[in-house]
């Protein structure tokens, strides 16, 4: 099998990689736009993280690093090329990004439901924390914003 590269990704990548979490991502996030992403990039060149073999998107993830906390959001993989390392591949690069950043832990939302991400996270050494619950208020109206359907994450 052809070599997994990861590498930031750039404002020329943006169209590609929202077409590609229409595809492979678990629902829809609430800054899943072009704005979204390019405000991302632009405010953190090295957060959004791409897997790519043959020069074709195959997995993303974004690693953000506030100072003080690392978040990982969009966690995705081609439904082709799942089940090959490309989800542990691209969690060990977040990792190493946060570490190098100074980073003490890791954190994610994942749906009750997901099982499969459940289980992607645990073989990477994440454990749920049942005691929290996730609160939440929106800062824009929802006819502020483009998108489909009600945002998961
Ligand atoms: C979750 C996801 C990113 C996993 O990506 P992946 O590249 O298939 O994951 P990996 O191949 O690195 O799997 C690593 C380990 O996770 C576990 N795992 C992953 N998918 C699994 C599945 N469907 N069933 C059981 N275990 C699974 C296994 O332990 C696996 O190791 P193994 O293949 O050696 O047994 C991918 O399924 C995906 O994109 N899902 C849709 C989007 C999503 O739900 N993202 C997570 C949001 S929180």
């Known amino acids: 099998m052809n070599a997994l590269r990861i590498r930031s990704a750039s404002p020329a990548d943006l169209d590609a990689v929202l077409a590609f979490w229409k595809t492979a991502a678990e629902g829809t996030s609430i800054s899943d736009d072009r704005a979204g992403v390019e405000r991302l990039v632009a405010r953190d060149p090295d957060a959004l993280l791409l897997a790519e073999r043959d020069a074709e998107l195959v997995g993303t993830v974004i690693a953000g690093f506030d100072g003080w906390r690392c978040h990982l959001y ?4 081609h439904p082709d090329a799942r ?4 989800g542990s591949a691209l969690l060990a690069a977040a990792e190493e990004r946060f570490v190098a950043l100074g980073g003490r832990r890791g954190d994610a939302m994942v749906l009750d439901r997901n099982e499969r991400a459940q289980h992607t996270w645990k073989a990477a050494g994440y454990t749920p924390e049942p005691q929290w619950s996730r609160w939440v208020k929106p800062l ?5 914003r483009p998108g489909e359907g009600a945002p998961l994450c």
Do not use: N, S
């Open 74 to 77: 969009r966690l995705a993989v």
């Open 83 to 86: 089940r090959q390392g490309i």
């Open 140 to 144: 824009v109206r929802d006819g502020d």
